[in-house]
């Protein structure tokens, strides 16, 4: 009986030949270039590490660009990795277009367990972009022999080095000491241009500025030039205004287009009459002032000289008294005869002020009108019941948002719930490529989740 067990185990035992494992590791397995400016050539590099067994072969490289057609891998030289070795596998990023790109590089071995090694690659491109400010630069008046430094900035407003190569002057009475720098995205340049006169006639110039790739830009210089420089800056009495800019006496600072006219038989107001709308002219021309009784001075017909119209309810000889048969009840100074559509309220008389009193202070025919509590733009909307903008018919409690950079339905934010806003806070618009601005984890920018059915990175391909 033992004998036939062990006879038994005898005749089932196989000799079993193990194949040796060949593995290789791919790395990394996702590749972020970062940004860089269109028209560059950026080279990339993959790791090939052989961890175990004999050596193994690459049959096959292929690349699939998924978002634009800018990456490359040379497929002619197929390598072989020896036991331990450790290669490099290079790629190529050109792009010639502005945007979000990827691709997948496919690596087929000759291993017998997974064979095949997927790699996604993606990177940016953009155009060099520049803020500038100002874009004029008015030095005023300078001394000649003296120099006046002013300043410019200069911002990186893109997401790629800008370089800027340099000034050129257009003007050799406009220098600058500043010379050649790049500056990386968000950096800001203070830039110093000098002006040194050789004479006080105007000068006028052109500042150019080199900035490599992105457009270039340029900024008006001037000085020593009233006519065509900033009025302030010639302004000799400081009233805020220059003798080029409208001042008619620049020694006075009570003479200026902004002075009100007064009884001194001058031009304040710089409008080439005196005293004009003041107690001592007659405005209307019809030989009697303020000062001589004149009680209308902008009606020709009313004056002391004037013979009283018992009709009218005007007092128009001025002597303190309104005709009778057509009395002023209210002391507004217009009777029913007048146009006093209420002649027992004060408010009321042709060209009061509007109240939000539900009369018609005006005499118009309509009562609140450009008032809190009236629709002035007849949007179904008034101020008090929160239209923001009651002259505006589109603009309303009622009004329905639309991407044009105004707050249309009153509710404090503009452009919400439009392909203008970014919804979700995830940094992109509808505008801006989001094709789901409701959830912030589906974006331009976000990284693609295999296998969950959804198009993360909105591309229009499903991981």
């Excluded at 003798?243 to 902004?258: E, H, K």
């Excluded at 107001?269 to 009784?293: F, M, N, R």
């Excluded at 004037?306 to 009395?327: R, S, V």
């Amino acid at each position: 009986m033992i004998w036939l067990l062990l006879g038994f185990v005898a005749c089932n035992t196989e000799t079993s030949v193990t194949k040796e494992q060949r593995r290789l590791a791919v790395s990394p397995s996702l590749v972020d270039l970062g940004d860089f400016r269109v028209g560059e050539e950026v080279p990339g590099a993959l790791s090939l590490t052989h961890l175990e067994g004999p050596e193994i072969r690459i049959v096959d490289l292929s690349l699939l660009n998924v978002a634009g057609d800018f990456f490359s891998v040379e497929e002619d030289s197929l390598p072989t990795v020896a036991p331990g070795e450790e290669l490099s596998l290079g790629f190529l990023y050109s792009p010639t277009e502005a945007g979000y790109h990827r691709a997948q590089l496919h690596i087929l071995t000759d291993e017998e367990r997974d064979p095949e090694h997927v790699v996604e690659i993606r990177a940016s491109a953009a155009f060099p972009a520049a803020d500038l400010f100002p874009s004029a630069i008015d030095f005023g008046p300078v001394p000649p022999g003296t120099t006046v430094s002013r300043s410019l900035s200069l911002r990186n407003a893109g997401t790629v080095t800008l370089d800027f190569g340099g000034l050129i002057f257009s003007s050799p009475l406009y220098s600058s000491p500043q010379g050649p720098v790049s500056l990386e995205a968000g950096e800001q340049l203070e830039i110093f241009v000098e002006f040194s006169p050789t004479d006080g006639l105007p000068a006028r110039g052109v500042l150019s500025l080199d900035l490599g790739a992105a457009p270039a830009r340029s900024v008006d210089l001037l000085g020593n030039d009233c006519e065509n420089g900033e009025s302030a800056l010639y302004d000799q009495d400081g009233d805020g205004y220059a003798s080029c800019g409208g001042d008619c006496d620049d020694s006075r600072v009570d003479a200026s287009p902004a002075s009100q006219e007064r009884c001194d038989t001058l031009d304040n107001d710089c409008d080439g009459e005196v005293d004009e709308q003041t107690d001592c002219a007659d405005d209307d021309g019809d030989g009697y002032t303020e000062l001589e009784g004149d009680c209308a001075d902008a009606e020709p017909m009313i004056s002391p000289g004037a013979t009283e119209d018992p009709t009218n309810g005007i007092d128009d000889d001025c002597d303190g008294t309104t005709d009778l048969g057509a009395i002023d009840n209210d002391n507004d100074g217009y009777s029913g005869v007048a146009g006093d559509c209420d002649d027992n309220n004060a408010t009321v008389f042709p060209g009061a002020p509007e109240l939000v009193d539900g009369r018609d202070n005006n005499c118009d025919g309509t009562a609140d009108e450009g008032t809190s509590v009236y629709d002035d733009d007849g949007d179904g909307s008034t101020e008090d019941a929160g239209d923001c903008n009651d002259s505006d018919p589109s603009i309303s409690p009622l009004g329905r948002e639309r991407a044009d950079g105004l707050d249309n339905d009153c509710d404090g934010q503009v452009d919400e719930d439009t392909e203008a806003a970014d919804d979700d806070g995830d940094g992109f618009t509808e505008q801006g490529g989001d094709c789901d601005d409701a959830d912030a984890a589906v974006n331009p920018g976000a990284v693609e989740q295999a296998g969950d059915g959804v198009d993360n990175n909105c591309d229009g391909v499903l991981a």
